[in-house]
């Protein structure tokens, strides 16, 4: 069963721009919205110090591209001294530069880097951004020379797009002996993803027939694989590939109110089952307990025909 634990983790949306413009961003919308409205200095620490003290002790800071943030620098430095372990989520962003990254890196439990596709033509058309598969190998030469106790993750989006490229995206990733966790993320219909995600979604029955097959070499290579969004019957009926399976509670503080009174709302999370839901099919699934489900937005355009419920009886 998933257990219900009191939230530690603090995800903190720290600037809403980015230098890409990803076909499948589910943060578009925000940063359309809230582009002008960076969180400010007080707004960080004064966040930061209350999360502490209710007793969360890891922080995400994201975005948009959080290291287009002038303050993240201190933020991070703030959060390491209030006794956070502290993780970013980056698209490689100013990691490109080799000053910054031995700058920052040392303030860093955990850096999760996207990466869409095993070169320029593949990433760069997923970023929608000429150069980004060059800045994101940038990024990852500096995070392996200057991020010595950095747990590295990748993340890659998997859409109908660079589907046919995923063997070739993983084979450039386990090359890397620093990168220790690969996520693939599936389509989530959020932001501009929503808009496009008929076109992105790469189906459920594709997904099932090729997980054995992308997981194999994750069994002996020491390398960790999961995957976001992805219900368990599309799995194999492995909680251990499953991102969701391992989702920690949080609480996610981002933009919210006026445009011109921007304030701040925070948003608990216990479990990864956000935008999506289990089928009347689910009811006799022996997994239902362990799985968070399918977006809504797949079962409005597919239904649920390409669920398997699992039946030990
Ligand atoms: S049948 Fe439903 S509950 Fe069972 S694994 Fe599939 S989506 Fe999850």
């Known amino acids: 069963m998933i257990k219900i634990e009191p939230a530690r983790r603090l995800e903190l949306h720290l600037s809403y721009t980015c230098g890409q413009k990803c076909g499948f961003c589910s943060e578009s919308v925000r940063m359309d919205r809230w582009r002008h409205a960076p969180l400010k200095g007080e707004e960080i620490s004064a966040t930061l110090l209350k999360h502490r003290k209710a007793g969360f002790n890891h922080v995400t800071f994201t975005g948009g591209e959080p290291t287009a943030h002038p303050l993240l620098p201190a933020a991070l430095s703030a959060a390491r001294k209030l006794g956070f372990n502290t993780y970013l989520t ?40 000429p150069g980004s598969f060059e800045r994101a190998m940038k990024a990852l030469a500096n995070i392996e020379q200057h991020g010595d106790r950095v747990y590295l993750l990748t993340n890659t989006v998997v859409t109908r797009a660079n589907w046919g490229r995923l063997e070739d995206t993983l084979t450039l990733l386990t090359k890397h002996p620093k990168i220790r966790h690969i996520l693939l993320s599936s389509v989530a219909p959020e932001g501009r993803a929503l808009k496009d995600y008929k076109a992105l979604a790469v189906p459920l029955s594709q997904w099932r027939d090729r997980v054995p097959a992308l997981a194999r070499p994750f069994e002996t290579n020491g390398v960790v694989l999961r995957m976001f969004g992805l219900p368990l019957c599309v799995l194999d ?14 609480v996610t503080v981002e933009r919210r109110g006026a445009r011109s009174k921007p304030g701040l709302v925070a948003i608990a999370s216990a479990d990864a089952s956000r935008r999506r839901s289990k089928p009347v099919v689910c009811r006799s699934c022996d997994d239902r307990g362990d799985c968070a489900g399918v977006f809504d937005r797949y079962l409005a355009l597919h239904g649920p025909a390409e669920l398997t419920p699992r039946r030990s009886s």
């Open 237 to 250: 009926g492995r909680p251990e590939l499953s991102n969701d399976a391992h989702y920690s509670p949080r």
């Open 90 to 129: 980056t698209n490689g962003g100013l990691f490109a530069q080799e000053a910054y990254a031995r700058e920052v890196l040392p303030l860093l439990d955990e850096v999760c880097l996207s990466v869409h596709g095993p070169d320029a033509e593949t990433h760069d058309a997923a970023a929608a951004t």
